[in-house]
């Protein structure tokens, strides 16, 4: 980004108030409607894709049970989903979550939390890439190009954990070229891709639900746990299934600077995201351990809800409904990418990361940050290149993902609990009103508690998600670094950040903490499209 100066007024717990004319202009075109906002958040979320690319985890950690794990991280995540809400209608601006923390924390905090989010963001592009392996096959073995159509599908066989990573780099192929051909397009494939994932959750909760098994009291009972000793411990790991699903929620707030009427329109799409979410998901799970022939044979934990479908449905109509799956798995990829794309330029901008000046440039012609795409989608190809000769990885890199994704939420969370407790006596962030003259989304006087609640139920959940479990981290029986790369790659990660930010400090001679760029609306014509 171009360098400049600027002031702005703040409170004295860093909170930037956006009344000075100073800070960067509008360089993003806004090509995002109400629909296309919320698509964004639900396309991450993606419960065609988590759920069905997770439900076998889930279901062998925790056997019918772990159903109850939906609702509670559901709760949680609700409560973190109110604050971003509230925080997206005072600064909605690309790169949300560092925007956060570095006005409620400050900017070094703000940079790694979002240099936390950026490679946690390029991790879970990755790790969606991989479901295309779960459902693709399926659709047709012809997909199976690895070993032939009679070779062992699962991303934990070689032949398997080989096509995933070949259909995951093509897969990102096209969702790269579809983010750099403009915001427009973006929105339009996002849009498409949640309208078919929408219809076929309904279409599959509908069908499952008209082929019972068993009566839904089978949530009731741990039926196909095969673990031994206290329950305690498994329903805290197949809790992780429900954390790896419900994250990316926040992706309205990413492209706030590309949405149409952002203070009031993103507020509403996060939390709608996340609910549309939260009631489907769990419909999903239901109608899946109610439909499934057995649940001790052992294909429900190694199949999931794509075996039920199949099996259930028969060749044709099972494969159509994968068809919906797919193209839930295509959007689920675009979503992540573009959010990993925009907090990446949204850093750039501000100088914040190395090749900032190529980082941080927008293409006039398509209006989108060309090169941002670019490197998150070679980001993500080379995260599955890894697993070409280490199929265990597979596992590890969906918890190590979202375990990054929880801690950069906490990095805003913590500073906005703080910022409430400093100021409880007001007990608010900066009043004012939306494009349509409302006051602002706010939590009043429930603001503390849900902060506090919020704070306290990621703090669990990311130990949870780091927790050195040989079934999620090493699957191999006896790799010692497999078992702790989460804490090891985090660890390093951190290390090389701050390598990288003392130099660049050192370097530049520049004040650590110090009040971020604030963003500023062009005048109406200078948004207004031409005819």
Known sequence: MRESQFTASSHA??????????????????????FASFAAGFS?????????????????????????????????????????????ARWPISGAIYQWSSRLAGTTVGWFVGWVMIIGQVLTVAAAAIAAQVVLPGIWSGFQMVGGPGADPSVLSPSGAHNAVLLGCLLLVVTTVVNI??????????????????VGVI??????????????????????????????????????????????????????EETHSPRRTTPRTILRALITSGVGGALLIVSGLMAARSLTDGKLAAGGLSWVLTDRLGGVLGRLLLCCVAVAVFACTLAVQTSGARMMYSMAREGALPCHRYLGKVSPRTGTPVITSIVVGVGAAVALLVNLHQAAIFTALSSLCIAMLYLA??????????????????????????????????????????????????????????????????LTGGTWWLRWSALLFIGLSLAAGAAYFLARALHRRIELRHVPHTHIEPPVEAVAEPA
Do not use: K
């Open 203 to 256: 279409a599959l909760v509908l069908v499952l639900f008209f082929l019972p098994e068993r009566g839904p009291q089978v949530v009731n009972h741990t039926t196909g746990w095969a673990g031994g000793g206290g329950y305690f411990g498994a329903f805290l790991a197949s809790s992780l299934m429900a954390a790896y699903v419900m994250v990316g929620f926040d992706s309205a707030g990413e492209l706030a």
């Open 13 to 34: 717990d860093g909170i930037a108030i956006d009344s000075a004319p100073v800070g960067y202009q509008q360089e993003l075109r806004r090509g995002v409607g109400g």
């Open 409 to 474: 939420y906490l990095g805003v969370t913590l500073p906005l609990l703080i910022t409430r407790i400093r100021h409880r006596r007001t007990g608010r962030l900066p009043a004012g009103v939306d494009e349509s003259g409302r006051p602002l989304f706010s939590l009043g006087r429930w603001g503390t508690p849900v902060t506090a609640l919020a704070v306290l139920y990621q703090v669990a959940m990311t130990v949870n998600l780091l927790w050195p479990r040989p079934e999620i981290y090493d």
């Open 181 to 198: 051909l403009g915001i427009r397009q973006m929105a339009a494939a996002t849009s498409v891709g949640v309208a078919v994932e929408i």
């Open 44 to 88: 991450f979320v993606s419960i065609l894709t988590t759920v069905f690319q997770l439900f076998g985890l889930g279901f062998g950690l925790g056997g019918a049970a772990f159903f109850w794990t939906w609702p509670l991280v559901f709760a949680g995540q609700l409560l973190v989903a109110l604050c971003f809400a509230e925080l997206a």
